[in-house]
């Protein structure tokens, strides 16, 4: 259990490089699961819209939540958000900054379940078979209005006896893959411009403001992780305190059973300076309310002077 929380918190981790793993994993993931997915369409007029189109935005919705959830930096954004003025003030371009990070990590997924979806076509054809004009396709033109929607609601169905031998279903099919491919290709080009456009025009821009972004993002990240590890190492203490504090009265029992006790004014000095001279409970939370609410501000020039 242990082994698996350190492999956890590794990978939650503020570092780039785990990052881009991760979204490429989720990127891999959403290839996979559309590939091994079973595909079925309903062939029925008022239901193929809505299980094609669904097929195409729910799963990019769950793994754009699922490379939010990921993303460390996501729950530090909204806590830096949300955290009180304090001592210290916010800086928006941070909070910009860290929000652009996540959102573009988080899109790959999404992205490459929809491009590919687009090239292969079939969740197209089933949402859009019924909006096509039938007086395009020779087939349905002796064919009454109400027949004429029930045959295009048949045509991602190759399977039924009605469109088996249709000439026509096969011309549908082709047109829709053929929007459809031209589609995803464009949306895929239309990425790869903007990815390269905004590689090659970045160091157009003020690098000195960026550079101060992504180090007061990692700050904001790692000045979380050692509080929280501070916090943990002050709680051990605390708690080893109280507890001999409260078996003090069982001294000789616990030196019976091999306990290893400090003496009377050895270590005691040591745990009263990592302890702050912390000594209730309510102490504890004032010193947490007042790092919430009044975050000292990043200065330690006194610190140093003393």
């Known amino acids: 259990m242990d082994r698996f929380r ?35 369409c309903p062939c029925l007029p008022l239901y193929n ?14 793994l754009f939540l699922c490379g939010l959830i990921l993303n460390r930096q996501s729950l530090v954004m909204l806590e830096e958000w949300r955290r009180p003025q304090g001592h210290r003030k916010k800086d928006l ?24 979806s687009l090239l292969d076509g079939k969740c197209l054809i089933c949402a859009f078979s019924g909006s096509v004009d039938p007086e395009k396709f020779v087939g349905f033109a002796n064919v009454s209005p109400v027949q004429v929607q029930q ?10 006896e009605l469109m088996r031998n249709n000439t026509s279903r096969k011309a549908v099919s082709r047109y829709l893959r053929c929007w459809s491919q ?12 903007a990815a390269f456009l905004a590689r090659w025009l ?11 972004a992504r180090h007061w993002s990692n700050y904001i990240d790692i000045e979380q992780k050692i509080f929280e590890e501070t916090c943990c190492e002050h709680s051990r203490l605390f708690a080893h305190k109280c507890i001999l504090h409260f078996f003090e009265s069982m001294r000789q029992e616990i030196k019976l059973h091999s306990f290893s006790l400090p003496r009377e004014g050895e270590g005691a000095e040591g745990e009263e300076d990592l302890l702050w001279g912390i000594t209730d409970q309510d102490q504890v939370n004032k010193l947490l309310k007042m790092w919430y609410y009044e975050k000292p501000p990043l200065d330690v020039s006194q610190v140093t002077q003393r």
């Open 6 to 40: 350190m492999i956890f918190q590794y990978f939650q981790s503020n570092s780039e490089s785990v990052m881009n793993g991760i979204c490429g994993l989720l990127a891999l993931a959403s290839v996979k699961m559309y590939t091994s997915f079973d595909f079925s």
């Open 49 to 62: 819209m809505a299980y094609g189109l669904g097929i195409m935005v729910v799963p990019p919705v769950a």
């Open 93 to 116: 371009a941070v909070i910009r900054y860290m929000c652009s990070s996540i959102v573009q990590r988080a899109m790959v997924a999404p992205a490459v379940w929809i491009v590919v």
């Open 151 to 160: 045959l295009l609601a048949k045509v991602p169905c190759k399977d039924d």
């Open 182 to 193: 031209a589609l995803g290709w464009s949306i895929l080009l239309i990425l790869i411009v």
């Open 202 to 212: 970045r160091p157009c821009f003020n690098q000195a403001t960026l550079l101060q």
